[in-house]
């Protein structure tokens, strides 16, 4: 079992990048959009995809969860999203992130920057910035938008207004470009968010996803329920030779043979494919393979001595 489950791990970590080009594709197939400078208002856009993707990129094919929250908590007929929370912690449940590491596109964009051949550094010195996410989805994403609320009980969505540089990169500039109007009506909160994209981009050409440990209150949603996913991260103990390879690999500082499943792990498969003997992979399902294992061979025992 354990070379079979090494054996597909091996093949989806291979097919990542791909997977990755196909999910973006799939969050803004409206292609044509771009040269038309608006923005697709279909039925579709009543569904969230699983990750960062801006509602107002002219090609999104549907709604970002955060900015889908964020919009109807700050309504004035609604305080709580019981459809979008429900699908957020689906998604959790399902698949944990594996979201940010296979499904998002901003992720998959700040992986691409990363290819640009500059001096890389480490962030494992500054693991304690990992926690500013949490305090972004509480605060710019939860409190605010339900707390600040203009005359008709209605609220900016914070994060996406004043933090998201997802919002830029696929709604504010392919817009603007394309549509004179939207162009002459940029201003200064244009530039704060334009910086803080460029910003993240600098980061990205330096440091593994920037964004996604720093900065994300999506990866901060999903890394809630990594530990209970559905979707995990398996270390054999009997085939694992601590050469250490997977936690050099691993662009999230996270040592799988200890934490196999931490907050911090985006499921990407660096780890399955640095190991020499194929003791890590990836697993599905609930309960413990171990105690399962263990339960298999005393029922095989119990086999022989009848």
């Known amino acids: 079992m354990d070379r079979k489950a090494s054996g597909i791990s091996r093949f989806l970590s291979r097919l990542r990048g791909w997977i990755q080009a196909g999910a973006a594709l799939l969050s803004n197939w409206h292609l ?19 990750g960062l993707n801006c509602y107002s990129c002219p090609a999104a094919s549907g709604a970002c969860p955060i900015g889908a929250f964020q919009a109807v908590v700050g309504s004035s007929k ?26 998002c596109p901003f992720g998959w964009f700040q992986e691409l920057i990363y290819k640009i051949p500059v001096k890389k550094g480490s962030t494992k010195k500054w ?14 994403v939860i409190l605010l938008p339900t707390m600040m609320r203009n005359r008709l009980g209605m609220s ?5 207004k004043y933090i998201c540089p997802q ?62 996913s559905l979707f995990r991260m398996e270390v054999d103990q009997n085939r694992c030779i601590a050469c250490g390879n997977c936690f050099r690999a691993c662009g999230m500082d ?11 792990c985006i ?26 294992e263990k339960q298999s061979g005393k029922q095989f025992g119990k086999q022989v001595e009848k």
């Open 127 to 140: 693991k304690g910035l990992t926690r500013l996410k949490y305090v972004i989805l509480l605060v710019a």
């Open 254 to 264: 996270v040592d799988v043979t200890k934490t196999p499943n931490h907050t911090e």
């Open 156 to 160: 900016d969505p914070f994060f996406c």
């Open 267 to 292: 499921r990407c498969g660096m780890c399955v494919r640095a190991c020499p003997t194929g003791a890590v992979h990836f697993r599905y399902g609930f309960g413990d393979e171990k105690q399962q």
């Open 32 to 50: 044509p959009n771009f040269l038309r400078g608006r923005i697709y208002q279909g039925n579709g856009k009543i569904v969230c995809v699983p």
């Open 78 to 103: 609604f305080s709580v999203s019981y459809y979008i929370t429900g699908i957020l912690i689906l998604l959790g449940v399902l698949l944990g992130r594996l979201v940010c590491g296979f499904l």
């Open 167 to 228: 919002g830029v990169l696929e709604g504010a500039v392919p817009l603007s470009l394309a549509n004179s109007g939207i162009r002459s009506a940029l201003g200064m909160l244009f530039l704060w968010k334009f910086g803080i994209l460029m910003a993240v981009i600098l980061l990205s050409a330096r440091f593994y996803r920037p964004f996604c440990k720093w900065i994300c209150p999506l990866g901060a949603w999903y890394a809630l329920l990594n530990r209970v």
